[in-house]
């Protein structure tokens, strides 16, 4: 019983193409979250949802769209895939704890741009 | 501008002992600290969290000690277990416009614990 699930797992794709990652929680949390761990292996926020409105936008390239159609999902969309795209990409979701904001992961989904 | 900075790409201790696992941080504005593990293939789990006004949390075989003047935090774990090999990252709370959060994460530390 996944808490956040996040797919496909994999991604090979070609430069110049369009692929999208889905995502979904069932932890009822408000918040969800996509980060990029880049080759240099820092897990680097990109977009931040409450309750289906944006956020944080950390100065992503306008060809990542996310989209949340629900508080329950957050899908990522990319336009014109380039090779500097590659990465694991993982989306979160979030409650706070004795103060602390908690992130639960996804699994993460290594997309490869050739 | 690496906010949150773990020095220590790895770390190699023999089972039973502790591991101290660094993390140095520069935001005076980050308000609560977070260590996560992760598996290969998996996503980061938590671990444990301290606040800024705490210079200590104990959780089991896992301490965080905070030194806020000198903005540093440490992660002890002891004794050592072979299961705990894994990436381990620190990662810093701050508040962002109003009610949410940002949490900001190092660049990790492989810890491998050696039968």
């Known amino acids: 019983d996944t808490a956040v699930s996040q797919t496909p797992k994999y991604l090979v794709t070609q430069m110049g193409n369009d692929k999208s990652i889905k995502c979904e929680q069932n932890?009822?949390?408000?918040?969800m979250y996509w980060y990029k761990q880049d080759s240099k292996k820092f897990l680097k926020i990109m977009f931040s949802?409450?309750?289906?409105?944006?956020?944080i936008n950390e100065t992503v390239p306008n060809r990542f769209s996310p989209k949340s159609p629900d508080k329950a999902h957050l899908n990522l969309h990319i336009n014109s895939l380039e090779l500097g795209d590659s990465a694991v990409y993982f989306c979160?979701?979030?409650?706070?704890?004795?103060?602390?904001?908690?992130?639960?992961f996804g699994a993460g989904s290594r997309l490869t741009v050739l | 501008d690496q906010q949150v900075k773990q020095n220590s790409p790895s770390l190699s201790v023999q089972e039973g002992r502790i591991s101290i696992l660094n993390c140095d941080y520069t935001?005076?504005?980050?308000?609560?600290f977070l260590w996560y593990k992760k598996y290969p293939a998996e996503g980061p789990t938590f671990l444990i969290s301290?606040?800024?006004?705490?210079d200590k949390n104990e959780d089991g075989r896992f301490t965080v000690f905070l030194n806020k003047s000198a903005k540093h935090l440490s992660l002890h774990i002891v004794p050592s277990q072979p299961g705990d090999s894994a990436v381990y990252f620190c990662?810093?709370?701050?508040?962002?416009?109003?009610?949410?959060?940002?949490?900001?994460f190092g660049k990790g530390t492989l810890l491998t614990v050696n039968p």
């Open positions: 935001n005076s504005m980050f308000d609560y």
């Open positions: 301290i606040s800024s006004i705490k």
């Open positions: 932890l009822g949390h408000d918040t």
């Open positions: 949802y409450n309750n289906k409105e944006l956020i």
């Open positions: 979160a979701s979030s409650l706070l704890v004795s103060g602390a904001n908690v992130l639960t």
């Open positions: 990662a810093a709370s701050a508040a962002y416009g109003g009610s949410n959060y940002k949490l900001t």
